[in-house]
DNA sequence: TTCAATACAATTTTT
DNA sequence: TTGTATTGAA
């Protein structure tokens, strides 16, 4: 098949760059990454290229997985040998190659940021740092954008004399986490670039090894990142970046859109190609989306233009209060998908921060739309996944000290502060780390020789029986396939039991748990050890920020920044008000510096330019924050569009908006006085959440799509479940109960062998056996886990 | 050590 | 208003 069928002459162009540096600055819905996997077809197909030379950065897993997916159906060859990825991902293999060159040990673990939060936290503890005068959180990001722009601990400069203590959380905070042998996210970068900076030898490797190099989203990259292309670039410069500086909505995480100038400067020989035709959005969007940037001064002026039609003008709409917002949207939404008999996989709702999702959740409830909000809490973000992890990886690292922090009081086992301080003197003054440090109390403990060490009775009895239950998990990892493991950790930890408090909120988070043996299963084929660092690796690389199930019937909620590289046909932008879009932060800021307004001004920009043919922009005239009720100011940036592109801008008087806000036909109780409109609404909102409940937990199947993917899915109803939205791995059915336990029975469970039944009692839809194992102890399990076979 | 009361702060989040 | 982190009593 020719790749270049259907290309336009600049895509085609693109594509056909193939030597030299190439700078492509693509306008939205230009069809960029359309030119990128056609370049790369193009590159193996008709110029002869491996595959394992060429490099393609992504900015993230899921853009990566797109990118493979769609070369697949383009080429049909082997695409396994390619590099696909994030920086990180590339960057943490590459580190594990090459640990010894820098000093690591190659099965280091990689910190996210609550992790790195945690480390920060303890590191000004031990420095006398007060953590109200110095917010953990603000010392965290200082460090962090200092190594974004590849400033270590040894080059920091404080600006000011309160920044010495950053400097110095900095430095320990880096040799602290040396010593848990952990990365952070920010050290996956820098310590690639120190690698190719300072071994010319591993540098000229894969300089070698990748004459080729694709970058997307170019104009998110931070200097490390940038460093990193030019290191690789340096030798064949065959480097082909993909960016749009009016896209650049993340320069608060360190990125720079001022890197795509910098580009020009450095390979001034650079292909500079321009995508100026929009294939998305209709005239009418397009030139709003256009009137709204121009405003910005900080960048290149582009021509975008299309073919499509002019298209319906967009809505204006003032609602009186969140309230109608949220009902206007509604009711909108139930009319385009009747009137046009649209998918209601075509809408999205869009805001600028999440706690504006509330009150729109409440309001799709209400009328039973289906909805999606991308980004609530992640999966692997949620405490109880965090702490299995914890245990996993204190099981495959024993000096990750945060995880052993983590995990050594849940289930709480008496072991608190105090004892904790006990542990890591002692293991210190054996030159331990407090991970090593139990391991040997488990050792001494099996050799009777607990008197040696300084813990008092009852420190020493609850410290030595979890040295002990580590001790057998570390033991555990050479001998079980990595389900297995899991399955033993939860087991032995209780800590499913520990979970299961009664409430709904403890069943979820046993779901949660559950769900992943889903993925666990998938590492199965790999020897215990390899499939044990491949996932945790995994998992600290991976979010399924939205595995957005194009397919399903449902709208999507999502804030204007997840939106990025999204597209549907109707967009409502809600919150269009000054202090919301743009935010009052950013209002601040700009009050030294522009560049946090212009940065708001391209949020709307990505935001307006997602819709295809339909746009609605609504702002309120009062609306309750943080608990306290305020009229508000249209958002500066509406003016900016000009009123002949848009309908609906009659602002109704307060009075005419006072009455809409209590008309009949909108409030089914009216008569009743705002609280009890109010009540009767919330009582509405609660027995649609649980009929929603019973969709989900009763009768038949389990399927538990929801609860795994990372937003919450509303209004699930009994006869269209969603279909499964983390398309990882498939799902395993579940073993189901179906024996019941009786005291006495005699069982045999696949790791401890045979065992009495000493009670056994259901709780919610499992039971809870607890039985007597000869010489493994009593253990309480969970039926539905344990296999237990009555004998 | 644990749990409940209290204080406090509050964007955005690709890794 | 809401969620989280810290503090103080049992």
């Known amino acids: 098949m020719d790749v270049l069928e259907g290309l336009n002459s600049a895509q085609r162009e693109a594509v056909q760059a193939v030597k030299g540096p190439v700078l492509v600055l693509a306008g939205p819905g230009s069809g960029k990454t359309r030119v990128l996997t056609h370049r790369i077809a193009h590159l193996i197909d ?5 595959p394992y030379q060429i490099m393609a950065v992504t900015f993230t897993n899921k853009a990566a997985r797109e990118m493979v997916s769609r070369l697949e159906a383009l080429i049909g060859s082997d695409t396994s040998r390619l590099t696909i990825g994030t920086f990180h991902a590339i960057c943490a293999r590459i580190l594990r190659r090459e640990a010894e060159h820098l000093g690591l040990s190659s ?21 006398d740092i007060d953590t109200k005068q110095y917010r953990p959180v603000r010392v965290h990001g200082a460090i962090s954008r200092a190594k974004n722009d590849l400033i270590t601990a040894e080059t920091y400069q404080p600006p000011s004399y309160l920044y010495e203590a950053i400097r110095r959380v900095f430095e320990r905070y880096d040799k602290l986490k040396f010593e848990n042998n952990a990365l952070d996210f920010d050290d996956l970068l820098l310590k690639t670039e120190e690698l190719f900076r300072m071994h010319e030898d591993v540098r000229q490797h894969y300089q070698g090894r990748y004459p080729y190099i694709l970058v997307d989203e170019f104009q998110d990259t931070n200097k490390a990142q940038y460093e990193l292309v030019r290191w690789l670039a340096a030798e064949h410069r065959n480097v082909f970046v993909v960016g749009d500086e009016d896209q650049s909505i ?4 360190g990125a720079d859109f001022r890197n795509v100038r910098r580009f020009q400067e450095d390979f001034s020989d650079a292909q500079v190609i321009l995508l100026e035709q929009n294939y998305r959005s209709s005239q009418t969007i397009l030139d709003a989306a256009q009137a709204v940037i121009s405003h910005n001064r900080q960048r290149t002026a582009k021509t975008l233009w299309t073919d499509n039609s002019q298209g319906a003008p967009i809505q204006m709409f003032e609602a009186y209060d969140e309230r109608e917002e949220a009902e ?5 939404i139930m009319r385009v998908a009747q009137e046009s008999d649209r998918s209601l996989s075509e809408c999205a709702v869009m805001f600028r921060t999440n706690a504006q999702s509330r009150v729109l959740e409440d309001a799709l409830v209400r009328h039973g739309i289906q909805y999606r909000l991308v980004g609530a809490i992640r999966f692997y973000q949620r405490r109880e996944i965090k702490d299995v992890l914890a245990y996993l990886r204190l099981i495959h690292n024993p000096d990750d000290e945060i995880s052993l922090l983590r995990v050594i009081n849940v289930p709480t086992r008496g072991i608190g502060a105090k004892t904790v301080g006990q542990l890591q003197s002692w293991a210190a003054s054996l030159g331990l780390t407090p991970g090593h440090g139990l391991l040997h109390l488990s050792q001494m403990a099996k050799e009777n020789r607990l008197s040696e060490t300084p813990f008092k009775t009852r420190a020493r009895r609850l410290l030595s029986e979890f040295a002990v239950l580590y001790g057998k998990l570390a033991d555990a990892k050479h001998e079980h396939s990595l389900s297995e493991l899991l399955k033993f950790t939860l087991e032995e930890t209780g800590y499913l039991t520990h979970l299961r408090d009664g409430t709904e909120e403890g069943e979820e988070r046993i779901n949660n748990v559950r769900e992943l043996f889903s993925v666990t299963d998938g590492y199965n084929n790999y020897t215990p050890a390899v499939a044990l660092a491949r996932f945790l690796e995994d998992s600290a690389l991976y979010s399924e920020t939205d595995e957005i199930d194009q397919d399903a019937d449902a709208i999507t909620m999502l804030t204007l920044h997840s939106a990025k590289g999204l597209e549907f046909d109707t967009v409502f932008i809600v919150g269009m008000e000054e202090g919301i879009c743009p935010h009052s932060r950013a209002l601040e800021e700009s009050a030294r510096d522009g560049s946090a307004l212009e940065e708001e001004r391209r949020l709307v920009y990505v935001g307006i330019t997602r819709a295809k043919s339909q746009l609605y922009l609504i702002r309120t005239f009062r609306r309750t924050l943080y608990g306290a009720s305020e009229t508000r100011e249209p958002s500066q940036f509406l003016r900016d569009i000009p009123t002949g592109l848009t309908t609906g801008n009659k602002v109704r008087s307060a009075l005419a908006r006072r009455r809409t806000a209590a008309s009949p036909e909108r409030s089914p109780t009216s008569g009743l006085s705002g609280r009890d409109l109010t009540r009767q609404r919330r009582a509405i909102v609660q027995r649609a959440r649980e009929r929603r409940e019973v969709a989900r937990g009763g009768g038949g199947s389990r399927d538990s799509s929801e609860h795994r993917s990372t937003g919450r899915v509303g209004n699930l109803s009994e006869t ?23 005291p006495g029975d005699s069982v045999t469970h696949h790791i401890f062998g045979v065992g009495t039944v000493v009670s056994s009692k259901i709780t919610g839809e499992d039971e809870e056996v607890t039985v007597a194992f000869e010489g493994r102890g009593v253990k309480r ?11």
């Open 46 to 50: 008709d110029y002869g290229l491996r």
């Open 107 to 127: 099965s280091f673990v990689i910190y996210d940021t609550d992790d790195q939060r945690r480390l920060i936290k303890r590191v000004m503890k031990d420095l």
């Open 781 to 791: 399990l969970m039926a539905s886990f344990a296999n237990l076979v009555k004998n």
């Open 250 to 253: 993340y320069s608060w995480r």
């Open 328 to 332: 206007y949207v509604a009711t909108e």
């Open 720 to 742: 269209k479940p969603l279909p499964s939205r983390r398309p990882v791995l498939p799902q395993k059915e579940r073993p189901v109960v179906t024996q019941s336990f009786e």
